[in-house]
């Protein structure tokens, strides 16, 4: 089994290469920037999946809530952004000069206190990652202490997307509301639409995204990982071998949160806008389904599976639009029924033996059972 | 009451009640360092409850447990763990995803925070301490197997590692031979015999044989309560323990 793991980590690690050079090299030498940047866009929500495999795959812990932290990341970035383009010269037919758009539109007169810091860039990217792993912190420490796990726990973050939409539907003098933060233009006085830039920008979300897998492939590989494992087997075990299980839990759901975050601040940066759309229920489903395909216990898999259920609903939503819903219900179902490890169980259980015994490389195949 | 004791455990008055029932009920039982206590009794008797509420697993409604003098109720579970208690559960309680190197790796007491486990080192020392522990539990040749392809018998063999490696000063096993061949019940005799030394140990266990093998002294409980306690022959002649258990 221990030779069955070497393997599996050999494995990925070439997955990882085979990713590196589908995202680096043959999508950007085949597709139009426009197509591009849609994967671009794509590999955000990556971000979420390699969290997700950490967190549910690993742990078995479900988050139904992932996107509130990567709408959280992508509502710092934009923040940052969208006072940079709300320069007093860009807003001067506003009754308020100076304030971004939505707020004149409500009828703020000065930028509310909370906005003040996001006049900086080093602060807005700190606050990219900081905010939403405080927020992860704080639900993790507060559920994971009082044992809550389970259904409870995915309820809870799924009701916590619930209230984040509505928070911020709600007071869009302060958030945009439900068109969100949006016409985000320059970065630091560099234009971030036209096509140069999103291809610097498409590049620099692949580097962060490969450097994320690394990161979650060293947890995995380390003895935190291994309690990870055990504590989605047994987890009163793990406590009974004296590790205080919550810290973990709180650790790795952080983590995953954090990494999300960096996805939604790619996004804003990538698609030049940050919307509620992206924080609720659906998308956060969404995200555990892009997971689920890929294989959630597999790094590879759940970025490959983002990709590909993405550009199947990019195909599918172009022609048939209304049916694109239930497909993407039916393939959450076949992944359940028909193949619960993902396209990556496919790869590692199926096509590999099989690879392996048509070429003859008969030595690690299991044996044929004895015949009766 | 004496509240300062010599013993390494001591529970005093200790109670607990599940709705109403009182599955332990004033219960006094004290272990000395270095023995080998075996509990019997009935189904129902308490007598895992009592291991529950010693390591910390079920909460004391009333009365004090201390382990070296120190007041334990009340601890988290892996606190009463770090003071040097360690625990069987009855079903083996194993990693069945990791191998049985990784099963006994985690146990080793090291590295127990965040920052431990995450720059965890396998260095060769670590490996050293593995393989003796394996050897001793009669699993040195399958350190790379997935733990949950084990034997039943080899699960709770591994258990038992797992809780070696940790190094407990007391060390609470229960029912170590439930489901184990003829075979596998002698080595783990053998066993329990080598990884007394130099530590206490508590065993429940339903096979009198298996106890006759082991015990220095043997508590009898039921109904919450303990009915008797002395050696093993005092305990079998005892009338009150042959009716509520032995005679049937």
């Known amino acids: ?372 | 009451m004496a509240s300062s004791t010599d013993f390494l455990l001591a529970l005093e008055n200790v109670s607990v009640s599940f709705d109403g029932f009182k599955a332990v009920d004033a219960l006094n039982l004290y272990i000395d360092k270095g023995e080998l206590r075996v509990i019997i009794g009935p189904n129902g008797a308490g007598k895992t409850t009592v291991l529950d509420l010693i390591c910390g697993r079920t909460k004391v409604s009333d009365g004090s447990i201390k382990f070296k003098d120190q007041e334990i109720t009340g601890r988290k579970e892996q606190e009463i763990v770090r003071l040097g208690i360690g625990r069987k559960f009855q079903t083996p309680t194993i990693y069945e995803d990791l191998s049985v190197f990784e099963n006994l790796e985690l146990s080793i007491p090291r590295g127990r925070n965040v920052a431990g486990a995450l720059f965890w080192k396998r260095t060769e020392e670590v490996n050293e301490r593995v393989k003796d522990v394996a050897a001793m539990i009669f699993l040195r040749d399958h350190l790379d197997q997935a733990a949950e392809t084990l034997s039943h018998g080899q699960k709770q063999w591994l258990e038992i590692g797992m809780l070696l490696i940790q190094d407990p000063e007391l060390l609470m096993l229960d029912e170590p031979v439930a489901g184990m061949s003829v075979s596998e019940r002698i080595k783990t005799a053998e066993l329990l015999k080598q990884i007394i030394k130099n530590r206490s140990v508590i065993v429940i266990e339903h096979d009198m044989k298996f106890v006759e093998s082991i015990a220095h002294r043997v508590t009898v409980l039921h109904q919450g309560k303990v009915l008797a306690e002395g050696n093993m022959n005092f305990v079998q002649s005892n009338p009150k323990v042959k009716e509520v258990y032995l005679g049937h």
């Not at chain 1, 030498?29 to 997700?52: Q, W």
């Not at chain 1, 984040?164 to 949006?182: A, S, W």
Request: include cysteine.
């Open chain 1, 1 to 372: 089994m221990s030779m069955a793991r070497d393997d599996s980590r050999t494995l990925e690690l070439i997955g990882i290469a085979l990713v590196a050079v589908l995202i680096l090299v043959v999508l950007p030498m085949m597709l139009d920037i426009f197509r591009l940047n849609l994967v671009g866009k794509y590999l955000t929500y990556a971000f979420v999946a390699v969290g997700l495999v950490l967190c549910w795959g690993h742990t078995g812990i479900l988050s139904l809530g992932q996107g509130v932290f990567f709408g959280l990341g992508g509502y710092c970035m934009a923040a940052f952004l969208k006072l940079e383009a709300s320069s007093v010269a860009n807003t001067k037919i506003q009754s308020t000069p100076g304030i971004p758009d939505f707020m004149d539109w409500n009828q703020l007169t000065e930028l509310p206190l909370f906005w003040i810091p996001f006049n900086s860039l080093p602060f807005a990217l700190i606050a990219v990652i900081a905010v939403p792993t405080l927020a992860a912190f704080i639900l993790g420490a507060a559920m994971f202490k009082r044992r809550v796990g389970g259904v409870y726990f995915a309820i809870i973050t799924q009701a916590l997307a619930a209230v984040m939409t509505i928070l911020i539907v709600g007071r869009q003098g302060y958030t945009g509301g439900i068109n969100g933060i949006t016409d985000l233009r320059t970065l630091l006085g560099w234009d971030i639409r036209p096509d140069g830039a999103k291809y610097i920008l498409y590049f620099v979300c692949c580097f962060l995204l490969l450097g994320t897998m690394f990161v979650a492939r060293f947890v995995v590989a380390s003895k935190l990982g291994r309690i990870l494992v055990a504590t989605r087997d047994k987890e009163e075990r793990v406590r009974f071998s004296g590790y205080d299980v919550a810290n973990f839990k709180i650790f790795v759901f952080c983590l995953a949160s954090a990494m999300a975050a960096i996805g939604g601040a790619m996004f804003a940066l990538q698609v030049g806008f940050m919307s509620p759309s992206f924080v609720g229920i659906v998308p956060s489903i969404e995200m555990v389904i892009f997971c689920a395909v890929g294989g959630r216990q597999s790094i590879v898999g759940a970025v490959i599976g983002t990709l590909l259920v993405n550009w199947g609903k990019t195909l599918f939503s172009e022609s048939f639009p209304e049916l694109w819903l239930f497909a993407m219900g039916g393939l959450f179902i076949a992944v359940v029924l028909a193949f619960p490890r993902g396209l990556a169980g496919l790869v590692t259980d199926q096509l590999i033996p099989r690879l392996g015994s048509w070429r003859g490389l008969g030595q690690r195949q299991p044996s044929p059972a004895p015949a009766e």
